[in-house]
Each structure stands twice: as C-alpha cells, then as structure tokens.
C-alpha cells in the first residue's frame, strides 16, 4: 500500500514506529503490535520493520516516529510503501535453541543480522537471551555469536602485526587506567586503537574523560589516520558502527539483570574482534557490588574468554582485580581527567592507586605481546613504569591529544579552573581509619552532583581506603552543577552514608 | 513530579505510552524505553505503569496514548503525577525461573498479578514464558498458574452444585458445536455458563456465530440473570474481565509460535475456573494444521489438563477427534449459523458431522457429570441425541436467544437473505472422490471473502469430504463482502488449492 508519510514529533529510542488508521489497517488485515515493512521508493536500502500503532480517529496517512524518519531518508509528505511485516526466520532458530539445539554459524547470522536490522522484536530478542542462558552455549556458538555482532557492523583492519587492546568488566568508579595503558603501550611502537564508551549509569565513561582533553568521535577513516600517526588513540565507540547488534542485546538484557556468561563474552570479544584486535588484556574487578564477586565465576570466565579468543584468532588474558573501593582521587570527567595528567605527568600529587593499577594491567598486556618484543628482562609492570617514570608516554599522551584535535599542553590548572563553582564537603564524623567507600553511593552522589553531563561535577576525595582522619577533617569535596543539585546531594548523604570509619 | 497530561490521538491495542519533554526526563534521570509510574491523583488506584517515548522538541506537558488515558481516567489538561518505575519484584521471580527453580504460589501470583497491571514489560513476560518452556512446570506451579491467571480478574460464582463447561483446542473451520451442546445440556437442567472467544486468525468464533442471533456482549450481573432463567447462556468471554493475565500472555507468546505445555494447560483452565466450572470437557481435534498432530502430545495433554482440573476442583475429561476436514457445510458466521440452527431444528439438510461431532463431545460431558443424574441407561450421545431428537434443546436454544435480546423466531430462510450477494462458485476440475479439502485454505479464502466482519462472508461446501463428484459439478460457494474482495478471493484460489478429488 502507498501511503503518504509525516514526520511525527515524537521518538522512543529504540524501537521503530508508524501509526497508522484503523481503515488501512484493516485493509492490509493488520493488528496493534504487528509488524511493519516501510520502504523509502527512491532508496530500497533504507527500508525497516516497525511497530504498528493506531490513530484514534480516521486519518489518511502514515505517522512516523521521529526516529524512524531519520532512518528511512525520507521528506515530509514523501509516498512511502508499507505491507505487513514476513515473518523473519530467525525466529524458528530462537524456537531451535529454546528447544536445546545447537545453532550453526549460519544460524546465529541470521538471528543477530535480524536484530541489526530490526526484524526482531525486544521480545523474541528476549527469548533469544533467555534461552541461551538456560540452555548455555557451546564454544563453537559463543564464537560464531562473536563473530556474527562484530561482523554484521564495521570491521576495522590495521597494518601492524600487533594490535593490542584492553577491556575492563567495570563498576569501579574513576578507574581511568585506559589513557595511562595506551600511551605507554603506544609510546613503545604498539598499534592500540581504543575505542571506549560513555557513561550510561556510571559518573563517568573513558570517552567522557577523554573528552576533556579532546574530541573523541571520529569515523573510520579519521581512526586509521591518527593511529597511523601514533599509534594509538582514545576514541568513543558509539561513533562507529562497530558490534550494532551488542548495544540491541544490551538493552534488552539489562532490564533482566540476567546476561549469560555466553552473551557476555561475546559482547566483549565481538567489540575488540571489530577493533582489529590481535592481543587483548581484560581486567575482571571483584568486589562486593561489581559484576563478579568471587574468584570462582572470574576464573571460569578468564578460561572460556581465552578459550573463546583463542577461536576468534586473538590471544587474551586477564587480570583479576579489587573492585571493592574507587581508583584515584576524583569522581567525575574532569577530575579524573586530572588523576590522569598527574599520573602522565609523574606530577608527586599523582594518586598512586591509579598509576599501580595501570602498570598492573597494562604490564599483564605486554607480557603477553611479550617482554622480548622490547628486548625487556623485568616484569611487564616494571616496563610500564619506566615507560611513564621516562615521561614518554606522557609525550605520546600529547601526540594522540593533538592528532584527536585537542590543546596538547592543557595543564592541571587549566582543568580546575573548569571545575563547577558549586561545592560543599563531606567531614569525617569520626576519628580512626577509613576502612570502606560504599562504590554504589559514590557513583550516586556524583551523578546526582551532575556527572557526566556537566564534565566539571563529581567528588574529589581528599583521603582514600586506608588512610587514617580525625573527626572534622574534610574527607571529600562535591562539585555540583547549581545550587539545586547541591541540595539533592546532601539529601541523598543524609541518608547513605559513603565513607566509613573506624 | 506533578504535570500536566494532554492526551494524543494515537493508540497501542497494548502497552501503556507516555510522551515526555527531554528536559524533564533527565530531571527524573529517565532513559527512553524506562517505565513510569503515572498517578492519578484524585483516584490512586488508576495508577499505572507505563513505557516512555520523548517528545522531539521541548514541551511543557505530558502526552498520553488514548488507551492509557482512558484508564488513567482523567480529564484533557489535568495534572497527573509521574516517578520512575519500582523494578518489581517479580522480576525476581523469573530469574529465579531462569535459574531452574520452582516456583512457589505467591511468587506466581506476584508475576501475574504484575503481568495484569501492566508492570511488567513484554521482554520480560517473554523471558518467562521461555524460562517455562525450556524449565517446564511442576504440577503444582501450573495449578497456581491457572489459579492466579484466574484469581487477578473476575471469578464468577453460580448456585448450582454442577456447573458445566467446554473447551476446543481450535483450528477446525466450522467446528460449532457449543450452541448445540450447551443447548442440550441447558435443556437436562445443568448449569453451563459458556464463555466464547471472537475470531482473531479465523473467519469465525463462536462469539461471531452466537451474534447472529442475538447480543453477545453481557456483564457479570446479566449473565447471571440469563443463566438464572435458562440455565445457559453463549456470551462473548472479552466483554468480560475473566483471566485478564491470559490475553497479555498471549500476544507476547503468539509471535514466539512457542506455547508452553504449562502456560496452555493455564490458559484454559483458568478461564474454566474463573466461569465457575466444576466439570468441563476439552475438545481436541488431531490434525496436521492443528495445534495437536499425533495422539501421544494429545495423550499426555489430557493426563496433565485432568490432574491440574482435580487440583483446582474440577473434574475433566478430553475428547480426541478428526481436525483434518472442516466440519459442517458453512464457513462464516452467518453460514455456521444456519448449520447450527438446521441441526437443532432437525432439519433434514442439516450436516450431519457437525450434529455428531456435537453428540460425541455434549455426550462425553453428561458422562462426566454421571448419566444417572438423568436415569439414562444408554450413552451419552444417545442422550444427546434423544435430547435434540425432542425439540426441547431447540426450545431451550430460543429461550437462551430471547433471554440474550435475540429473535427466538428467526429462520434459516431469514438467515439466508443476509448472506452477501457477491458470490462464486468453485468448481470440479474433475471427477472422482474428495479425499482433501485444505482447512488453512479454507479460514484463508473464508477470511480474504470479510468474514468475520462482514457476518454474511463465508464459504458454502456443497460437497464434502469423501463425497463424490463429477468434473463441472459445484464444489462450493464463494460469499464476498464487494467486489473487490471478489477479486482477491479469486486469485488467491488460483495459487493456492483448496479441495482435492481423485
């Protein structure tokens, strides 16, 4: 049926969505819910499947969602065509691993290019996540489902032997190791083309740090320009297209809080795979509040992602962590972008958490790129830090800084003075030893304080796990985008308490 | 936050929508696809929850989908109050599904009572629906199941010590024995409130046949006073609230194609519980296009619909009959009808498979109930058929379709002159037996002609299965709402076969 469209001022984030009169409806024996085939006429590439829903009252033409529009590259009022949505077959290989069978790679491209392409719906999306966490998945499944996310997106390709890359499992609040690891990896001639995310719940994501220093969405091209000139970069991975399908399955999964450990690799493996990845270092934070709690789950995982990587032509390791208290002093982009520059900068005020923690998991990489690469007899770690104590992996840090367009001589001070106005302290109510940071309050607080958003909001933690304080001292400083929030944040500590002392 | 709501001229036949400014979402810290908590605040219980979209640009106010408008019931332009949505906690409980375990009674009910209030979102009914697919359910969890499906809407009660039902597993065009059968029953004294669904994939539903005669659509009050004065009634089940779970359940397993033998065996037990059945029969038809294709799924079926009916109090029992063939001559509402009424005006026309198919099932119920009841000696579908045979179930047919503001005095005749006047004829491409006639051909052609909208649609079968015909000869007549329809109905039996002779 040919049907003339209207951008509709109105979008959902997901899903795609047309509305629809009930009397063409009806014509093409449609129901609420169905299904939807769209055709842009002019560009037959840029058809889709969307949701149905209805006008209330008679209306002749077809309303489409805001999102939608965009994608099919149309013009308000363009003649669309739109026929009931076929049935995608992928849904008779969700029905097959519902029945415990073992999907071929064909089978499992076809169901992730579907979800890519949105003929699958958040509910069979559902099924497919729910039956793969009961029913597990073989190596061989986990490894076509790697290979099927990354490529059904972009696959990037560089012209070195060795393309290093590094993952971490998260819900450590300012564990900014990854602009330290890269420029030290970097400066030793190491390809590490890094691509980081944003925040979603958390105060602040690498790319939002690195953002503080420069851009961080480049296309393809762009990547392999800077990397070609050093080596490295620190670029936000929503801005390719890189493992589309892994940002569907998260949205789906997340609301269940259930992700199978075969998804969950995949979603990792599949991401650095894209990436051109030869050697990847994944670092596995135990804690009571991150992913992982205990060393039995952290090692299972290590076996099968090695195991997995291994299939996908890639050589991994992994370093298991503590995840029970923040890394570095600042919560929130700007101050740990400043951790960072101190740490680059062998500055004496530098958080030494931080700066240990990045020679562990970046010295565990190249181990395994291997020590002999570099002529190098100590420990990986040992190299990292004589890489950074040598100050040229902060002059590598400036070069990616200048190729990604930003100030390479940004100083501490500049990045302060862009710090919010608006603060107020947390004050030891107690004397004795800070004994815990509560991660789950701190990221709380700092997003409530305007992290990420406004990059210049967070904590600043003037003592750390461990340190010992007398009743009064000020133990941490928020910084908060208005006077409203700065209220909201103090509610919010009158009643969750963060730091502990003993 | 307090806003004001504005409602849209848009519907979903589903899930609650609001429309939100971008600026209040992230005052909320709300994401596209979250769900809200919508207050009403001059009536808290028509709080619900439902799923955000986002307006494209600023606005002020909050945009409500009509569906959800309509339950909010609020007035245009008055302000409601909105919070993020609780995760509840039945998500919990399907994760602990996911994880194997079972079930108890109140976790159950806690999943559907949340399924009913619309708190749960589609994903997450349809991991539960996989996690009892691939999990299965114990005896026990599909009691409660069937026990909460029912319990969360209405659950009628009536003064009777027996109160009888009945159940087909569907996909037979033409099966309409339910007015004959609860007419006889009606007519031997026993209570039998039958509850009937409307056509939703075929071109009739015992609703639509029913409305023929006389008005379908009653509430719990009224069908309590017709069923006080004739002992029976056929009414349309939606213009109810029994089982509400099971509708919403349905949708999200309807595209999946995989029904849960638990959840089905609930689906039609918690309809039977919730009209107040003490003895219900299932009927189900074997075929290879019905849900049922071998006698040991049909077998096992039976011995589990029979344990959980004792479970919840009732007694049941299974009949398994022929789905392969249509049964009866008329395919439509109003052509079903008049086989119905032939059948129990003992007319000599009548089709004699729907009258047995309704002695064999009807005869199996009395049996249940016990035929000493009645001091009949003989079968119970002698006694069926002694009943029809009278003339007193016709009597009791028109006393139900008087009591249901029908006119008890229609006649075939009259039925015939609302038929449609567009019609066609199918005829013998040659001579010999007819050893097939396609029953997804049949609901398609009988469907693509307008039944069940336009009533007087359908396919007229002057010729039936094991009948022999010579080349030339009417097979059957084509009833098509315009035309147009005339047309598609046309090319459609072009390419696709619909009764076969050899």
């Known amino acids: 049926m040919k049907i003339v469209a209207k951008r509709l001022p109105l979008y959902t984030g997901g899903p795609d ?11 093409l024996d449609l129901h609420p819910m169905d299904r939807v085939y769209v055709t842009n006429p002019d560009d037959q590439s840029k058809s889709l499947t969307a949701y149905l829903h209805f006008w209330h009252e008679a209306n002749p033409v077809l309303g489409v969602f805001g999102n939608t529009f965009d994608k099919l590259g149309i013009e308000d009022g363009e003649t669309v065509s739109i ?5 995608p077959n992928s849904i008779a290989h969700i029905i097959d691993k519902m029945n415990r069978m073992q999907l071929s790679e064909a089978q499992i491209f076809e169901i992730v290019r579907d979800i890519v392409d949105n003929k699958l719906t958040d509910l069979e999306i559902a099924s497919f996540i729910t039956s793969i966490y009961m029913g597990g998945t073989t190596l061989d499944e986990a490894t076509s489902l790697s290979k099927a996310i990354a490529e059904t997106g972009d696959v990037l390709k560089f012209d070195s032997e060795i393309v290093a890359d590094k993952h971490c499992s998260g819900s450590v609040p300012g564990n900014r190791t990854t602009p330290i690891v890269v420029s030290v990896i970097a400066a030793l001639g190491i390809t590490i083309p890094k691509s980081s995310s944003r925040a979603i719940t958390s105060p602040a994501g690498t790319a939002d740090v690195m953002e503080v220093f420069c851009k961080v969405a480049f296309n393809r091209d762009e990547i392999k320009k800077i990397v070609a000139k050093t080596n490295g970069c620190i670029i936000w991975g929503g801005g390719l297209r890189i493992a589309p399908a892994d940002s569907k399955i998260i949205k789906v999964r997340k609301p269940l809080k259930a992700d199978p450990e075969g998804l969950l690799m995949s979603s990792i493996l599949s991401k650095k795979y894209a990436m051109g990845a030869t050697h990847i270092i994944l670092d596995i934070p135990l804690g009571l509040e991150t992913r ?5 789950e952290a090692r299972l995982l290590e076996r099968e992602t090695v195991l997995i990587a291994n299939k996908l032509g890639m050589k991994a390791s992994v370093v298991i962590t503590d995840g029970d ?6 919560i929130g982009p700007i101050l740990e972008a400043i951790d960072v520059l101190k740490v680059l900068q062998n500055d004496d005020d530098a958080p030494q958490d931080l700066r240990e923690k990045a020679l562990l998991v970046g010295g565990r990489l190249l181990e395994l790129i291997g020590l002999d690469k570099f002529d190098y007899e100590g420990s990986g770690a040992d190299l990292m830090s004589s890489v950074l104590s040598s100050g040229s992996a902060y002059e590598k840090f400036k070069q990616i800084i200048e190729a990604q367009e930003g100030d390479p001589e940004v100083t501490v001070e500049q990045l302060k003075k862009r710090l919010s106005e608006h603060t107020f302290d947390i004050v030891a109510d107690s004397s004795g030893m800070i004994y815990d940071i509560q991660n789950p309050i701190v990221a709380k607080v700092a997003r409530l304080s305007g992290a990420p958003k406004n990059p210049g909001c967070g904590i600043y933690f003037h003592h750390k796990f461990g340190g010992n304080v007398s009743k009064g001292d000020v133990l941490a400083t928020v910084y908060c985008g208005n006077p409203d929030k700065m209220q909201r944040t103090k509610r919010t500590l009158e009643s969750n308490k963060m730091v502990f002392i003993k």
């Open 17 to 27: 969505i047309v509305v629809l009169g009930k009397e063409h409806a009806t014509e």
């Open 325 to 330: 208290e923040p890394i570095g002093s600042g």
């Open 292 to 296: 992982y709690k205990n060393i039995g």
């Open 83 to 87: 026929s009931p949505a076929p049935k």
